[in-house]
């Protein structure tokens, strides 16, 4: 069964730091790489940061230097390590397979989401 549970956001002046987790399914985790994802109000979802089952990571430009992805494949899970936030950086934040993944059904096919974590960054 596909599960992805995010969590660890919440409230920060701007300057500090936050450390999100995401507990993936084991069918998803294993063998692919996973992404931290982030949608701001009124905005389209971005991917931010993206980590491969070797280990070795990406970041979207407004992030490099400032956030770190990591995983535990031991644990199934993915973190998020933010630090200097901004008020820019305010959004929900999802983590995800990379690419996300998709639901096909008889009928339909979406993309699978989790409930997210909302970061909001202010004084």
């Known amino acids: 069964q596909v599960q992805l549970v995010e969590s660890g956001g919440g409230l920060v002046q701007p300057g500090g730091s936050l450390r999100l987790s995401c507990a993936a399914s084991g069918s998803i985790f294993r063998i692919n790489a996973m992404g931290w994802y982030r949608q701001a109000p009124g905005k389209e979802r971005e991917l931010v940061a993206t980590?491969?089952?070797?280990?070795?990571?990406n970041y979207a430009d407004s992030v490099k230097g400032r956030f770190t992805i990591s995983r535990d494949n031991a644990k199934n899970t993915v973190y998020l390590q933010m630090n200097s936030l901004k008020p820019e950086d305010t959004a929900v934040y999802y983590c995800?397979?990379?690419?996300?993944?998709?639901?096909?059904?008889?009928?339909?096919?979406?993309?699978?989401w989790g409930q997210g974590t909302q970061v909001t960054v202010s004084s």
């Open positions: 980590i491969s089952s070797g280990g070795s990571t």
């Open positions: 995800n397979r990379d690419p996300p993944i998709v639901v096909v059904t008889a009928t339909r096919q979406y993309a699978y």
